[in-house]
């Protein structure tokens, strides 16, 4: 009986050694090798995912007018105000109430209390992002400073950059890493105009 006993014991002992549970997590493999990095191809696909979901181009890319209505210029995509645009005349008195903002036709000059400012130029031309690092990137989006440099003036509205604080690295890395890919566009974004007296 005792050797029956001992048998059964290790044949359901054997049966449960070999057998998967569907509620229990099975252990990650283990290597010698580090988990795999992005490549760059990769990093470029994500980052123009997250610019497109993130909604820059509503901002920061000139418009044509379309039959469906307005739509980012392809040819100046992501390349900001237009400077060869000129802003045109606004009711300085209305927006002196505080009470309205105003947006030119191309959504790239935005009109408030704070003054004028203007979308930047995002392509990595000279007069964009193209002598920017990693660094300055970050420091825009997470600290909303201009040009990603200490000591220098706030990002202005209708930048959203307190939503990208909590970005991960990995997403803020293909983002720049995106931007970095596009075709470079000359556009020397005006400076931003102090509010009216």
Not at 16 to 25: D, L
Not at 48 to 58: E, F, H, N, P, R
Not at 143 to 151: L, Y
Request: proline share 11%; glycine share 8%.
């Amino acid at each position: 009986m005792k050797w029956m006993y001992l048998a059964a014991t290790a044949a359901v002992g054997l049966a449960c050694a070999f057998t998967t549970h569907s509620n229990t997590p099975t252990p990650p493999k283990r290597t010698g090798h580090q988990p795999k990095q992005s490549s760059q191809g990769e990093l470029v696909k994500r980052g123009q995912y997250l610019v497109t979901i993130m909604g820059c181009a509503d901002c920061h890319a000139p418009k044509k007018m379309t039959p469906k209505g307005p739509a980012p210029d392809m040819d100046r995509f992501l390349s900001g105000y237009n400077s060869d645009i000129p802003l045109g005349t606004y009711d300085k008195d209305l927006v002196k109430t505080g009470q309205w903002v105003l947006f030119n036709g191309q959504n790239t000059a935005f009109i408030g209390p704070w003054g004028v400012s203007f979308a930047a130029n995002l392509t990595p031309d000279e007069t964009g992002i193209g002598n920017w690092s990693l660094e300055q990137f970050n420091k825009a989006m997470r600290q909303g400073k201009f040009r990603g440099v200490d000591n220098s003036r706030p990002l202005l509205p209708p930048m959203p950059w307190p939503n990208y604080t909590a970005m991960t690295d990995a997403d803020m890395r293909a983002v720049f890493t995106y931007l970095k890919s596009l075709k470079p566009v000359s556009n020397p974004v005006p400076a931003a105009i102090p509010p009216a007296p």
